[in-house]
């Protein structure tokens, strides 16, 4: 954190955009492409999705604070819901008096699979197996760049699944995708083998497609938040026993990982990343024992601080797909400061943590309505009429009051 970055809320806009501006070293270009409000024009649009009407925009915020393997950064997240960035950054900030978040990820395999029927499943297994050298090298033939670099297809795996309607085969492709978040190469390396699988096994192949279910590209990450900072023994034992209702209910443990996916999917909406694929392997691997559980584990150590860990598949590019034509998510990704897929890997589970650790401190202590109220105060005082100079003190008595209203703000503005 520099002094620069240091009471962030408390700065305009025009003082905001200075820090990430000197901070990020962003030309004047980049500056004007956030100062634009803009993100894509139309014609980009209608290139991208079909039927296209326009475009629609979402609040773009720095979430500040965040030590992420003795490495500083400024978060972008793009979210709709108030408190979020607060909330990220408040965490980030009792996480560096004892280092930060620490955060690895050890390899960046997409996983492609490819079902075959009408086989004899064992017999085909061994035949596939035996084929791996040619296999691969057929992949790996579908695309030079990740070939040049030593990355691409690396192992062949088959797997018998017993169905209703007679056993298949599925053939899974391990690729190394580097720094893409790799569904294009995975799914073209899957059809480009295809139909050598069909005459290797004598089977058919029917689907030809990634597995979301990105078990090889996991996250892990901790952090330790001293106990005076989260407010003492008892909210670090509250925060313990709230954790413990979602790991043991998953009615809970939904919510609380909605909570962790609030910071993981603000930061991959800014970089441009498919949220979709995060959010559908995150919800898998918290299901994965059969009941749906907590991403996130809390426990204290022998000083009594509370100890936070994460751990969840994380698939991200920084090259190719939205990033290459999103000129708000290159000038967020630059503002990151990441140099690889698994960094940004890194800072979105320290994200996840640090907003988890924000809401069961809250729910474990005050609640959470009494800071959405303020903000919702804000935004009522701001469409009662109130200027940038009487919003606080319209906030302020109606909090006083416990009359949060557009009625009662209209009356106070009006004295
Ligand atoms: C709200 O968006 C997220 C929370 O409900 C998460 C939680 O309950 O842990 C506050």
């Known amino acids: 954190m520099t002094d620069s970055t240091s009471r962030f809320f408390e700065k305009n806009r025009k003082e905001r955009l200075d820090v990430v501006e000197k901070i990020a070293h ?25 039927n296209a009407i326009g475009t629609f925009s979402f609040p773009l915020g720095i979430a500040t604070n965040f030590l992420i393997n003795k490495k500083e950064y400024l978060i972008p997240m793009v979210i709709e819901e108030p408190s979020v960035i607060a909330a990220a950054s408040k965490a980030a900030k009792i ?19 490819i079902q075959v029927v009408n086989v004899d499943v064992e017999s085909a297994t ?36 017993g169905t209703p309607v007679g056993p298949m085969l599925i053939v899974e492709l391990l690729i190394d995708v580097g720094d893409a978040m790799g569904a294009n190469v995975t799914n073209t390396m899957c059809e480009g083998v295809a139909p050598l699988v069909e ?3 004598g089977g058919k192949a029917i689907l030809k497609i990634l597995s979301n279910y990105s078990t090889r590209r996991m996250v892990y990450g901790s952090a330790v938040f001293d106990k005076d900072e989260v407010g003492g023994e008892k909210t670090v034992d509250n925060i313990i026993l709230a954790y413990q209702f979602a790991a043991n209910d998953e009615y809970r443990a939904v ?14 909406n800014a970089t441009g990343q498919d ?58 990704t630059k503002i990151l400061g990441i140099e690889s897929a698994s960094e940004l890997a890194c800072v979105l589970a320290a994200t996840g943590l640090a907003q988890n650790f924000s809401a069961i401190r809250a729910l474990a202590s005050e609640g959470i309505q009494k800071g ?22 319209i906030v302020e008595q109606m ?7 557009i009625n009662r703000a209209k009356e106070l503005l009006g004295q």
């Not at 596939?128 to 297809?153: D, F, H, Q, R, V």
Request: hydrophobic residues 35%; aromatic residues 4%; glycine residues 10%.
């Open 26 to 50: 962003l030309t004047k270009q980049e500056r004007e492409t956030l100062e634009s409000l803009g993100g894509i024009g139309f014609e980009q649009a209608d290139k991208m999705v079909e």
């Open 95 to 113: 996480a560096r008096v004892h280092g930060g978040f620490t955060v690895r990820n050890d390899e960046s395999y997409s996983i492609g699979q």
């Open 126 to 161: 061994k035949k596939i197996l035996g084929s791996t050298k040619e296999i691969l090298s057929l992949a790996n033939s579908k695309s030079n760049t990740l070939s040049k670099m030593g990355k691409g297809a690396k192992e062949v795996t088959c797997k018998k699944l």
């Open 199 to 201: 005459k290797i096994t």
């Open 255 to 268: 919510t609380h990982n909605k909570g962790v996916m609030n910071g993981i999917i603000a930061a991959a």
């Open 275 to 332: 949220t979709r694929a995060i959010e559908a392997a995150a919800h898998a691997y918290a299901a994965r024992t059969g009941k749906y559980t907590s991403l996130t584990e809390w426990s204290k150590d022998e000083n009594g601080n509370l100890v936070g860990k994460i751990a969840l598949p994380m698939s991200v590019g920084i090259v190719g797909g939205i990033i290459n034509v999103h000129p708000t998510a290159k000038v967020c």
């Open 372 to 393: 959405h109220m303020r903000l919702h105060a804000r935004n009522l005082a701001a469409a009662a009429g109130a200027g940038p100079d009487q919003i606080d003190r």
């Open 399 to 405: 909090a006083k009051e416990g009359n949060i209203s």
